[in-house]
């Protein structure tokens, strides 16, 4: 019964590749996320997908393309991986109506490019 | 821009010892503040959100209170099983339901 799912758990790639991170939610929530968690712990928010609609694009490179088939799946493609974009990203999900809705996250998918 | 400090960066208490952890926030409109514990591997749990100056939760050993410019999250006789990284973020009221978090304060429980 796991609330937010994202898979893989450990990507390891080289530089150049593309790759994908796929994230759903059986939560009912209507906004997705993805955060980005560097080797220093910080997270931070990169999109916000309500109801398939972009809502937030923090400044991240092109190469990063979310894309949202329905509102229980966000998924996350990465062109060109450079050795920067080794982090952890967390998907999660929100039920927001009218104020501010808690934010629940998936367990993290930990991208490694070599 | 909105911005979040938390303090100390990492504690070591023995279990049975109580203490505080800080959250310095500046926030154009705070919607709400919330702090989530997180475990080496896994993604942050949610504990509680607050919304308005003067309010308290409680959970456990834990409690968290806000004022205009901070918020403490107190936690009495903590048990080794309380140790994790506690993450605080506030969420403004501009519309968009990002939160802005600060690094965490990495919390060690000794028995």
């Known amino acids: 019964d796991t609330a937010v799912s994202q898979t893989p758990k450990y990507l390891v790639t080289q530089m150049g590749n593309d790759k994908s991170i796929k994230c759903e939610q059986n939560?009912?929530?209507?906004?997705m996320y993805w955060y980005k968690q560097d080797s220093k712990k910080f997270l931070k928010i990169m999109f916000s997908?309500?109801?398939?609609?972009?809502?937030i694009n923090e400044t991240v490179p092109n190469r990063f393309s979310p894309k949202s088939p329905d509102k229980a799946h966000l998924n996350l493609h990465i062109n060109s991986l450079e050795l920067g974009d080794s982090a952890v990203y967390f998907c999660?999900?929100?039920?927001?109506?009218?104020?501010?809705?808690?934010?629940?996250f998936g367990p993290g998918t930990r991208l490694t490019v070599l | 821009e909105d911005q979040v400090t938390q303090s100390p960066e990492a504690l070591r208490l023995q279990e049975g010892e109580s203490s505080s952890l800080n959250c310095s926030y500046t926030v154009s409109g705070l919607r709400g503040l919330f702090w989530y514990r997180q475990d080496p591997g896994k993604g942050p749990e949610f504990l509680f959100t607050l919304y308005s100056a003067g309010e308290e939760k409680e959970k456990e050993r834990l409690k968290a209170t806000l004022t205009k410019k901070e918020s403490f999250l107190h936690i009495t006789a903590p048990k080794p099983e309380d140790s994790a990284t506690y993450l605080c973020a506030v969420q403004n009221r501009r519309g968009a339901q990002k939160l802005v978090f600060g690094q965490g304060t990495r919390l060690t429980i000794n028995p």
């Open positions: 999660a999900s929100s039920q927001d109506l009218g104020g501010p809705g808690t934010q629940y």
């Open positions: 939560l009912g929530h209507d906004t």
């Open positions: 997908y309500n109801n398939k609609e972009l809502i």
